[in-house]
């Protein structure tokens, strides 16, 4: 059964890094519907990319507020795993699906009523929000289908099934990138061809997915066709960690949302360039993602059978690998920078504010690995509240002074400076939830 031979598995660098690339690949694929739009779309205008980065900053917004309906069950489904308590695997993963479905369809039917307002709010003028619109109105269809896949995808993290989740993620978004290349170039749609192109692809993402669970011997052991399971302890455990994560999401979404209202106010150059640096912070903090993912499987899963020891063993080397993470990243955006803008883009003011921006950008590769790889750890010692109180610190301590410095001098680059500063903080105080976990508690059986 998934999960089993996890216990046994030798933990070398390299059996880590073994592990870890079907969990960085997952990670990858599941967000690259907003890069593959963006390089569909970005060569349509720098008025078509703008619009297209006013779409993906809600909807990516919202699937980050709503995280914690994947890292929450991911750590908990691990944890049951590990004491072979497969009942409670099994209500776990119905809580997580019922609770994502239900969210995503709150989700989109607040935004459906107030978008209007939040295009105020970014100050797009009525040329961005028509184009916008186009796509918008789709994506708000598939919203409900996108939240759903991915809490398909983490709990197929948490049941050590992570090849299968990469291979999900993987259909979903050849399929993706095919439907929507020709809705906009063959049948010159556009926007709204890549938001039909999204929806149809999460349509038959969703469908396969659910077939990992209720079909087979899986469906049997967690006993998944039974409609039991309100049970208090879970819905309990389920709720206590959703608040913490919710809390440490919405700081996290309302940098990234700041960020993008300061960007639309600069101008349509500036926020279309911004687009381009966000989709590459992200596609770097989903490959490190990979090694963070599984810091919360193994961390969770050794908790659960007792084993201290092993669990400290394989934070430590993971904590080392983050660092050389983030080095290989910084030199390959270093030694690739024009090609990378080429992906996105042939504008030349672009091009030139995207250069002066770069720097920046690849230097907070180091804390950024960090910061993620400890959050991941975190997750699977199940310390979310602290999480969220420490988010908040470096929200209102660093991201918004250097934010308001980057908008008072209509500066884009103090503006990711704010987000490299934020994800600095997260870095080490991380690292401090970490050390004080494992530190002597009275019994002196813990030490890091």
Known sequence: MSGKQSRHREFSVFQIIKYSIPASLSSLVGPLASVVDTSLIGHLGSHELAALSLCVSVI??????????????????????????????????????????????????????????????????????????????????????????????????????????????????????????????????????????????????????????????????????????????????????????????????????????????????????????????????????????????????????????????????TLVMSLGIGLFFMLRYFLFKDLLVGIFTTDRDIAILFSNIFLPVCLFQFPNALAFVTDGIVFGLRKFHLLALHMGVGFVMLFLPFTYLGYSSSSLTLVWVAMGMLNLFRAVSGLWIIRNYFIVSGSGTRKI
Not at 137 to 149: D, H, M
Request: no cysteine.
């Open 60 to 317: 990516e917004s919202f699937g980050w507020l709503l995280i914690f309906l994947v890292h929450g069950p991911t750590g908990n489904i691990s944890f049951y795993l590990g004491q072979k308590k497969y009942e409670m695997v099994g209500k776990t993963i119905k809580v997580s699906l019922f609770s994502a479905l239900s969210t995503g369809i709150l989700a989109s039917i607040f935004l459906f009523f107030t978008i209007n307002q939040i295009w105020d709010l970014y100050g797009a003028d009525s040329q961005l929000r028509s184009l916008a619109t186009d796509y918008m109105n789709i994506r708000l269809l598939a919203l409900p289908l996108s939240i759903l896949l991915t809490s398909i995808t983490g709990i197929l993290r948490g049941l050590d099934l992570i090849v299968r989740s990469l291979v999900l993620s993987s259909i979903t978004t050849i399929l993706n990138f095919i439907i929507s290349f020709i809705l906009i170039y063959h049948f010159k749609m556009g926007l709204a061809g890549a938001g039909l192109g999204t929806l149809i692809s999460l349509i038959i993402g969703v469908v396969l997915g659910f077939g990992q669970f209720f079909i087979g011997e899986r469906a049997r052991l967690f006993k998944l066709h039974s409609l039991n399971f309100f049970e208090v302890k879970i819905w309990k455990n389920f709720s206590k960690d959703s608040i913490s994560l919710l809390g440490r999401s919405a700081f996290l979404v309302s940098s990234f949302f700041i960020a993008t209202i300061v960007a639309t106010r600069l101008g349509h150059i500036q926020l279309a360039t911004h687009q381009i640096v966000l989709q590459l912070w992200l596609f770097s903090s989903y490959f490190i993602d990979g090694i963070a993912i599984t810091g919360n499987i193994q961390v969770a899963l050794f908790l659960g059978e007792g084993n201290q020891q092993k669990s400290i063993h394989y934070i430590k080397k």
